[in-house]
């Protein structure tokens, strides 16, 4: 009846150190995000969703964010190793900290798989913000191209517009111009003659 009390209370025991070692690494992680000062955005929220050990809910986020990326193919193609990375890192912390029989592990190697844990941590708020800065650089070349798209289309119509004044202008205005000036020389001419008396 003793020794059934003893391993009761030791499983209690190691129930609570387990939780509490995993609050601590739960609170790093926030503590972590506060310093970032992420408010808003994918990063913040998938971090968040780690930190808070819903880490379906963060692989989902993922995926949200990557497929909210479609409009810009260059995205996809430059960011996929990363954000593959990043799902596997989410993955690796949820191994790390629902790791089975923690209880039964000595302190030293519970607190080196948590510090591997917040290692991994680390590691995903860099990838993620990679991630971020593809996605602003490939924002911002698609802000460029436009620019060059609609500047390109401003000059095309400026020589339409051009090539148009001068086909008008050969066509009636240089025609009718011709005949004013042949008519004005015409005038000077015969009124020379006639000062000259000739």
């Not at 400026?158 to 111009?177: I, K, N, Q, T, W």
Request: one cysteine or more; a neutral charge.
């Amino acid at each position: 009846m003793r020794s059934q009390n003893i391993d009761v209370a030791l499983k209690v025991a190691e129930a609570q150190q387990e939780r509490e070692m995993s609050s601590r690494i739960s609170a790093r992680m926030k503590s972590s995000l506060r310093e970032a000062g992420l408010r808003d955005g994918a990063r913040s929220l998938i971090l968040s969703n780690v930190a808070g050990e819903n880490y379906e809910k963060a692989l989902e986020e993922l995926e949200l964010y990557s497929k909210s990326q479609q409009d810009y193919p260059q995205f996809y193609a430059r960011s996929q190793r990363y954000l593959d990375y990043a799902a596997t890192l989410i993955q690796a912390i949820k191994a790390k900290r629902s790791f089975p029989g923690m209880q039964h592990l000595s302190m030293s190697k519970q607190q080196e798989l948590y510090d591997r844990a917040m290692s991994h941590f680390e590691d995903l708020k860099a990838t993620l913000r990679k991630v971020e800065k593809i996605e602003s650089e490939v924002r911002l070349d698609d802000v460029r191209s436009t620019v060059w798209v609609v500047k390109a289309s401003m000059y095309c119509l400026f020589a339409v517009l051009v090539l148009g004044f001068l086909l008008e202008l050969s066509r009636g205005v240089l025609p009718a111009a011709s005949i004013v000036v042949d008519d004005t020389f015409g005038q000077l001419t015969n009124a020379i003659f006639d000062k000259l008396g000739l």
